[in-house]
C-alpha cells in the first residue's frame, strides 16, 4: 500500500445528483491537496472536470494508490470487485445514510480524506469468497463475492433439492428455496434475511444458510472460512437454479453441476477514519435500542 | 495423553437401569483386558463390582488414563466438568440413543473400547467458556462451562435489560429474557432454541443469542473464540438475573455487576471411534432429511 | 352430498406402483360394494379394470358422488382443484406416509371405505384462496389454491419491493424474495418454511408471509379469512415476479399490475374416518416430542 | 356507553414529570368544557387540582364515563384492567411517542378531546384472555390479560417440560423456557418476541407461542379466540413455573396443577380519533420500511 496516495481514483453511482455534487467537490480537494485525480468513465457523463483524467474502472485501479468510492452499500460493493484485484484501499463516502462499508459521511468527507491523506486511519481488510460452477461437462466458471454466493431456486413453484459437503463431509440434503453462502460482510445482507447469524467482521468462517428450509430444524451452520462447500443438486428433482454472486448471475445449476464456495485468495482493503465502530454501524442500521447513553452510569466495563 | 490408558475411570448417571448393566459390561471387559478400572462412587450405589476401586470424580479424574462416560448429553457435560481440569481424555456411551458427545453406542461398546486400547481413535479437543460473576462490591465467582453461559432475568413478568461489550467495544442494549453466550459444543443446545447457528465444532468461535429479545433485529453475533464477551444489566430497570453455567446456577446478578465470558484455559478431549462425522450425528438429532444414500447418483463431489 | 356414494371417482398420482396396486384393490371393493367406478384417464395408462369406466378428471368429479385419492399431498392438492368446483367430498389415501391431507393408511383403507360407505365418517371444510392478478392493461386472470399464493421475484439477485393492503387500508412496503398468503391448509407448507405460524384448520383466517424480508421486523400477519389483499410491485425497482398458486405458476407480475387474494368461493370437502386427528398427524409430520404416551399421569385436563 | 361522557376519569403513570403536566392541561380542559372530573389517587401524589375529585382505579372506573390514560404501553394495561370489569371506554395519551394503545399524542391532545366529547370517534373492542390456575388440591386463582398469559420457567438451567391441548384435544408435548398465550392485542408483544405472527387486532383469535423450544419445529399456533388451551406440566420434570398475566404473577404451577386460558367475558372498549389506522401505528413501532408515500405512484388499489 502506497501510503502517500498520490493518485487517487473516483468511483460512484452513475447518474445520482447527490453523488454528482459530492464527487465534485472531492475531485476539487484533491487537486487543491496536490493528487493525481482519476476518475471512473461510467460514473457519470455529465461530469468533467479540469485534470481529471477519465478511463475505465479497471484501468483506474490498476493507476490508482487509493479509491474513494461514493454511494450506498451497492455502490461499495461494484468497488470492491474492482479493487480487489489490484489490491488497491477502499475509502467509502456514503450519501447521508450511514452504510454498513460506507463510513464517512458527506460533511465529515474533506476533513476524512485530510486525515487519510496524513496517514491517520485505520486498515481493515475484509476476506472475499470464490464461486466456481463446474458444469457435468467439465466446463467451469469463476466468481468473487464480497457479500454472499446464493444458489436460487429458477422454476417458480418447485422446491429446490440439492446436497451440501463441508471439506468433503456430507452435511444434508435440503429442500426448499435454496441457499446462502456469506463471508462476515455479507452476513448482515441476504443471509441475515435467511435467518443467519451476524458474524464479526474479523472472523474467519462463513455461515451457510438455507433460505425458507422444508425441514424446520435446517438451520444455518457457521464453517471456518478457509473451509470448502459444495453444492450439488439431487438429480430426481430435475429442477434447475441459478447461482449468484453479490446479486451478479454466475450461471445456471442443475443435476449434475458442482457449485464449490471458498475463500477468494483477493481481499478487500477498507480505509476507516480513526475511532471506526463497527457495531455502532449495526446498532445505526439495524435499529437497535436507543444507544447506550445515559442507560448505563457505569461506563464501559473493564474500564 | 498417555497412550496405553492402563488406568480407566467410569462415571455414568446413577440409579438408571441401563446405564448400571453397561458399566458392569464394561468393567469385567476391561479387567479383561488388564486394565485397572474405577468407578465414581455417586454413579451407582448398588453397583459394586470385585476389583473396581470407586472414589469421588475429582479424585478418579486424577488418577485416570482414559475416563469413559455412559449416559446422555446431561452425564456427559457432567463427565467433561470432571475430566477438563486434569486433561484427561473422555470417551462417550450412549443408551441406545446417539447423543452430541456420546456416540458409541453400546452394541458398538466392546468393540469401540478394543479399538481405543490399541491405539485407534480420532481425537477431537472442544474449547470451554470461563464465566466470571463480579459483584459491584469486588467479589468474584468463577465458573466454566462446555455448552453455554447463559444470563436469565429472575423476576417473572419483567423485561431483562442489559448491555453488551465484545473486547470492551460497546454492542448493544438488549431488552428481552436474557442472553445465552455457547461454545460451538453448546450451539446446538440452548442458543439454538433461542435462534442461534450451529458452530462448526472446530470453529474457534463463540455465539452470543439474545434470548426473546425485544427488539426482532437484536439477532445472534458470532464472534472470534478468543474475544472477552461483558454483560451489564441497566441500572435503571432494577431486574435481578440469574447467570447459569451448563445449567448450573453461579449466582445472582443486578445491577452494578459484571459478567464476562471468555474462553476458558481448560478444554475436553473427546475421544472417537474412527470414522467419527459430527454431521452424521447432526443429522440423526435434527432429524434432518432422510440420509443421502441413493438420492445423489453422484457420490461426493470432488472424489 | 349424497351420503350413498352410489359414484365413486378414483385419482391417483400417475406412474406410481403403489399408487397403482392401492386403486386395484379400491376399484375391485368398490365393485364388490356395487358402487359404479369411475377412474381419472390420467391417473395410469396401464390400469385397465373390468367395469371401470376412465373419464378426464373434470368429468369424473362432475359425475362422482365422493372422490378417492391415492397418493401425498401433492397428488391432493391436485384432487382439490378437480373436485373444488363441483362440491364433491374427497377423500384421501396416503402411500404408507401420513399426510397433511391423506390421513387413511393403505391397511386401514378397505375398512375406512366400509365405514364412509357406511355413513360414518367425519366432515371438513377447507377454504381456499381466490387470486386475481390484474394487469395495468385491464386484462385479469384468476386462479385459486388451497394452500397458498405466493409472490416470488423472478429477477435472480434483485430484491422485489412491493407494497401490501389489506381491505383497501395500506400495511406495508417490502423488500424481500416475495410473499405467501395462505389459508390454514397452507400454513404448514410453503408460509411455514418462511416463518409464518401453523393456523387451526377450521380458524377463519389467512396468512401473510414475508419471505427473506429485508426488514427484520417484517413479519408474518394473521389476518381474517374475509378480508381482501392487494399487492403492487412497487415502480422505481422495475422488478418482475411471478404470481403461484399452490405451486402453478399464474402469471408474471410488474410495476403496474394488482395481485389480489380473497377467499374463494369454493371450498373442499375433506371426509375422515372418526377419530381423525389434525394434531396428530401435526406431530408425525413435524416430528414432534414423543408423544405424550406416559409422560401425564393425568389423562386429557378436564376430564 | 354515555356518549356524553359528562363524567371523566384520568389516570397516569406517577411519578412522572411529562405525565403531571399533561394531566394538570386535560383537567383545565375538561373543567372548562363542564365536565365533572375524577383523578386516579395512585397516579401523582403532588397533582392537586381545584374542582377535581381524587378515589382509587377501581372506584373511578366505577363512576366515571370515559377514562382517559396517560402514559406508555404499560399505563394503558393498567388502566385496562381498571376499565374492563366496569365496560367504561378508555382514551390513550401517549407521552410523544406513539403507543400499540395510546395512540394521541399530547400536542393533539385537546383537539382529540374536543372531537370525543363531540361524538366523533372510533370505537374499538379489544377482546381479553382470561386464566384460571388450578391446583392439584382444587383451589383456583383467576386472572386476567389484554396481552397475554405467559407461563414461565421458575428453576433456572432447567428445561420446563409440558404439555398443551385445545378444547380437550391434545396438541403437544414442549420442552423449553415456557409458553406465551396472546390475544390479537398482545401479538406484538411478548408472543412476537417469541416468535410469534402478528394478528390484526380484530380477529377472534389468539397464539399459542412456545419461548425457546427444545424441538425447533415447535412453531406458534393460531387457534380460534373461543378456543379453551389447557396447559399441564409433566410429572417427572418436577420443574416449577410461574404464571403470568400481562407481567402480573398469577401464581406458583407445578405437576398436577392444570392452566387453563380462555376468551374472557370482560374486554376494553377503546376510542380512538377519526382515521385512526392500526397498520400505521405498526409501521412505527416496527421501524417498518419509509412509508409508502412516493413509492408507488399508484395510489391505493381498488381506488
Known amino acids: 500500500m502506497n501510503d502517500n496516495f498520490q493518485t487517487v481514483g473516483l ?59 461514493v454511494g450506498g452499500d451497492g455502490t461499495m460493493l461494484h468497488a470492491a470487485w474492482t479493487v480487489a484485484p489490484h489490491d488497491v484501499p477502499l475509502l467509502g463516502i ?13 460533511p465529515d468527507m474533506v476533513h476524512g480524506i485530510d486525515e487519510v491523506l496524513a496517514g491517520r486511519y485505520q486498515v481493515e481488510t475484509r476476506s472475499m469468497l470464490a464461486a466456481r460452477l463446474q458444469a457435468g461437462s467439465g466446463e467451469a466458471v469463476d466468481g468473487i463475492a464480497l457479500n ?102 454466475l450461471g445456471e445449476m442443475g443435476p449434475g453441476d458442482l457449485l464449490t464456495a471458498t475463500k477468494s485468495e483477493t481481499h478487500v482493503t477498507l480505509l476507516h477514519p480513526c475511532g471506526h465502530d463497527y457495531y455502532k454501524i449495526l446498532r445505526s442500521k439495524l435499529h437497535w435500542g436507543r444507544g447506550s447513553s445515559g442507560r448505563s452510569g457505569n461506563g464501559p466495563p473493564g474500564s
Chains 1, 2, 3, 4 share one sequence.
Not at 11 to 17: E, I, Q, S, T, V
Not at 94 to 106: H, I, K, Q, Y
Request: aromatic fraction near 2%; include cysteine; hydrophobic fraction near 45%.
Open 11 to 69: 468511483l460512484g453511482r452513475p447518474g445520482d445528483a447527490r453523488v454528482h455534487d459530492t464527487l465534485e467537490v472531492l475531485a476539487a480537494h484533491l487537486a487543491k491537496r496536490r493528487r493525481t485525480v482519476l476518475l471512473d468513465a461510467e460514473t457519470n457523463g455529465s461530469l468533467d472536470l479540469a485534470g481529471v483524467e477519465r478511463l475505465d474502472a479497471q484501468a483506474l485501479a490498476g493507476r490508482a494508490d487509493l479509491v474513494v468510492a
Open 94 to 106: 456514503n450519501r447521508g445514510r450511514l452504510g454498513f462499508l460506507a463510513d464517512v459521511s458527506p
Open 148 to 249: 454472499d454466493i446464493a444458489l436460487q431456486r429458477a422454476d417458480a413453484g418447485r422446491m429446490l433439492e440439492f446436497e451440501t459437503w463441508v471439506d468433503g463431509v456430507f452435511v444434508n440434503t435440503h429442500g426448499g428455496d435454496g441457499l446462502v453462502i456469506a463471508s462476515p460482510t455479507g452476513s448482515t445482507a441476504y443471509a441475515l434475511s435467511a435467518g443467519g447469524p451476524i458474524l464479526a467482521p474479523d472472523l474467519n468462517a462463513m455461515v451457510i444458510a438455507p433460505i425458507c428450509p422444508h425441514t424446520l430444524s435446517d438451520r444455518p451452520i457457521v464453517v471456518g472460512g478457509d473451509t470448502r462447500v459444495d453444492v450439488r443438486i439431487i438429480e430426481r428433482g430435475n429442477t434447475m437454479a441459478q447461482v449468484v454472486c453479490d446479486g451478479r448471475v
